[in-house]
């Protein structure tokens, strides 16, 4: 048996092979960045951070125990006053993170003997969380309500409870859920229904639909960090009952909800941030003869890794940043660069993208 620094250094050096070992890099200066999720430019939103900087003085720099102990300091309950009016629930939870929210939501809903049928698109926490409790998970093409009809016909009478999963918008291809239909359809199979808004929030509103649970996370338009569950009370006391991730996990550092409170509010009293990051995307698609953007992210899909390092690489030396994405985040052959608009960038920022964009294309 090798020992475990050789096993690791055997596995790495065969994705290396396939052009698929990652590194970690340090930020990136003088490029304009299309790369990160901070949509509205909140990160680093002088107000936002000032909120945060307070509370950090106010209540330490911990929350110092989990929630259920005595780490349910007080900026809980306005932040999660506050992403309930934003989703129109009655009630909200607020998790580490949105993995540790979809970790949590999914493990404590179903369980063995369930079924969960997630779309076969969707962000792998989602997927995580389906492993996690115990449940059978059954993937649908994605956006294909005809293929799902005929999963949820065919399986839906074997399980206890079903659960359907999706994505509002999705992480790597920016387009949206027909989630009237996956409401229609749970409806009609007596299933519950968990709509991820990691890159919706604060960038597109969701078309109505009846949903049992939204999640979402605070690391992307909101600027900050976190995650979050949106449901009826009953459900939010369940999760707070039975998600271990909430249970088994100290709570966020005050000062992150002061910044994500802040950051919600300026949300809400700027919508007009959201529609320049949307504005920013579809101009690119205009320019480029693609159809309309529907979200803040745009792929370029190239296939192969190596096609999307490349195109990568061109657009740096152009001064732009853009992420080469590749399996397992994406399936294999749709290698991509993924896009990201920000409510910041300039139209002449926007411009020089394009520029670069048409010399790769
Ligand atoms: C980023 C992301 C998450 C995870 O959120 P974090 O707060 O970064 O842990 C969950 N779902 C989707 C779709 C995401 O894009």
Redesign the pocket.
Known sequence: MPNLAQHCSRQLAALDAQQLQRHLRGPVDGLVSFAD?DYLDLARDARVVAAGQASLVEYGAGAMASRLVTGNHPLYAPLEAKLAALKKTQAALVFG??????LGIISALVGPGDVVFADKL??A??LDGVQLSGAKLIRFAHNDMAHLSELLKKNRGQFRHALIAT?HV??MDGDMAPLAEIAALAYAHASWTLV?D??GLGVVTPEPAEIDVW??????AAGG???YACAAQEVIDMLINRARSVVFSTGLPPAVCASALAALGIMEAEPARGTRALQHARRVTQALGLPPAQSAILPIILGTPEAALKASEQLRACGVLAIAIRPPTVPPGTARLRLAFHAGHSDAQVDRLIAALKTIL
Do not use: P, V
């Not at 999640?215 to 992307?220: C, Q, R, V």
């Open positions: 999720n993170s949105g993995y540790l929210a979809n969707a962000h926490c989602m994505e999705f992480s991820d990691a890159h999640m979402g996370t605070l690391s992307k960090y976190g995650g």
